[in-house]
């Protein structure tokens, strides 16, 4: 029997599909690994390739926009929104439009080509986070901006348009639906009970374990029981915050050696799988310092949305979230 399962944060709901059962080798996986190239602008040695630096992590105080450094921060060549102008809202009768004010960075998290996540230490992984953190700290002083999504496409088939490891950042004039259906969410089950609902969740998923994939003692990577997609995995911080960048410095090294675990037990287990993944923060605005919780969502790119997603909004998922934590548990990395 299929079951119909909903999300205790958003009220979304999923059929997991159990019918149509799929095991990680059922899946037509198409394995992501870097090869060199010469001409790749994220390269160390081809920094003129890019937009100016915006912020670099170096050593021996190398000069900007040469070689030497660890990581570096530019603006996307290409972006979706541009920083210059004043925002400017306006409509057509009912329809609402705005000119396309934003901010769109790339955040270049190694000098190697063939670096990922899940290869880089600890110490790495950890400075992409820092970035993060100082990036939006910067861009919150630009009141034009509502919300900086951080986010990440790893492999062509999650939507990476270059093979070199790197994390965007996105600075929007509004809330985006997703993180807006999030915050309505624990808003109202603040209300009605008090209570957080993401550190419900943790409460009841360290106490239950069936979809507890790892954890240390800072953070914690589960499978969510209403997942939209197989092997869909949230990391959630152990303390209560709402902001990610408002984070303890420990709490980064912690996410970083999670975080690295947890996708080296996917390129196991799923080999070497294409994936997107996520930072929701709460909405600079929004004084949802006691009911919102920030969190990393990993999505690994198994399975493609079809008509009846689009058509309902309901996810169907083959994959049980209990099966894809015990699969993930038992991945030896
Ligand atoms: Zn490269
Ligand atoms: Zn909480
Ligand atoms: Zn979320």
Known sequence: MSELRKDPVTGRWVIISTERRKRPTDFRLEPVRPAPDGTCPFCEGHE??????LLAYRQN???ADAPGWTLRVVPNQFPVLRVEGTLDRQGEGLFDKMNGIGAHEVIIESPR???TLATLDEGAVEQVLWACRERVQDLKRDHRFRYMIIFKNHGAAAGASLEHSHTQLIA???VPREV???VDGARAHWVAKERCVFCDILRQETADARRLIAENADMVAVAPYAPRFPFETWILPRRHQALFEEAPRHEYAALARLLGDLLRRMNTALEMPPYNLLIH???VAEAAGEYYHWHVEIIPKLTKVAGFEWATGFYLNP???EEAAQVLRDART
């Open 48 to 53: 003129q390739m890019t937009p100016k630096e």
């Open 61 to 63: 105080g190398s000069a």
């Open 113 to 115: 080509h063939d670096a």
């Open 172 to 174: 929007l004039p509004i």
């Open 180 to 182: 807006g259906d999030e």
């Open 281 to 283: 923060s709460a909405p």
């Open 319 to 321: 994959t049980a979230p």
